[in-house]
Structure formats: C-alpha cells, structure tokens
C-alpha cells in the first residue's frame, strides 16, 4: 500500500506537474521504485477531517526515481524551479523551507526526485477483471 506524502506548500506545483523533485527531512526509507500519493495535508487532522489526495492529470500516485542526502543549501536555481517555484532563488527556497520545517540552511535532506504515474484500476468485484 503506498504511503501518503503531504504537498500541503505546494498544493498548485504538484497538481499541475511543475513540482517534480521535493525536499523532505524525513523519508529516508523511500527507495527508487517505491510508490506515494501526493496529498493535501497526512499528519495534524483534526477530528472529522479526512486525508485529500491530490489530483494531477494521471492521479495522486507518484513513484520515485531517486532519493539522496545533501545539505538543504546545497540546492540548485534548477532545483528551486523543479520544486514548483520559477523566478525565486536559492536563497528563498532555503529560508522559505526553514520558515515552515525549521532547522538551519545546512541541515541534510531528502532530495527525492519523483514522476507522476497512472494509477491502477482495480478489480474491486474480484472478478479477475480491472474497471
């Protein structure tokens, strides 16, 4: 079962597939391969709320290509336009990112590098046939 990945910042970027690399602190179990859905907020609901996938063009579920360490400020202007932000510089990323996640511009993280993939249809009548 794939995991959930929140896109709470970049709710736009992802939905309309300028977002394909992402930084997190965590994820260091994502390996190539692996499978998520994007969704609007995983973590923090508060009672009756419910988990809302994402919807690009072919869905929420995403896999990932790759998934290295590196220092925050190591990212790139290339980076900075791939995370959903073109015209902003590395430098805002960085604070930006440090706003919402803390810790400092130096501190190591996930650089995960994903694609949009379709998702399955399922055979939810156990028939041996997809819908």
Not at 9 to 36: A, I, M, N, Y
Not at 81 to 96: D, H, L, S, Y
Request: glycine residues 10%; contains cysteine; proline residues 7%.
């Amino acid at each position: 079962m794939p995991r959930n990945m929140s896109f709470m910042l970049t709710v736009e970027q992802f939905e309309d597939g300028s977002k394909d690399v992402t930084r997190r602190k965590g994820w260091l179990h994502l390996k190539p391969g692996d499978t998520f859905h994007g969704v609007r907020k995983a973590m923090g609901l508060r009672k009756g709320e419910k988990i809302e996938r994402l919807q690009h063009a072919k869905g929420s579920l995403c896999r990932c290509i790759s998934n290295d360490r590196e220092p925050l400020n190591a990212i790139t202007p290339e980076d900075v336009i791939r995370e959903g932000f073109p015209g902003k510089t590395p430098e805002w990323f960085v604070a930006m990112y440090c706003k919402h996640n803390g810790g400092g511009p130096d501190q190591p993280c996930s650089r995960i590098v994903f694609e949009h993939i379709e998702e399955p249809q399922q055979d939810i009548l156990g028939t041996g046939f997809a819908l």
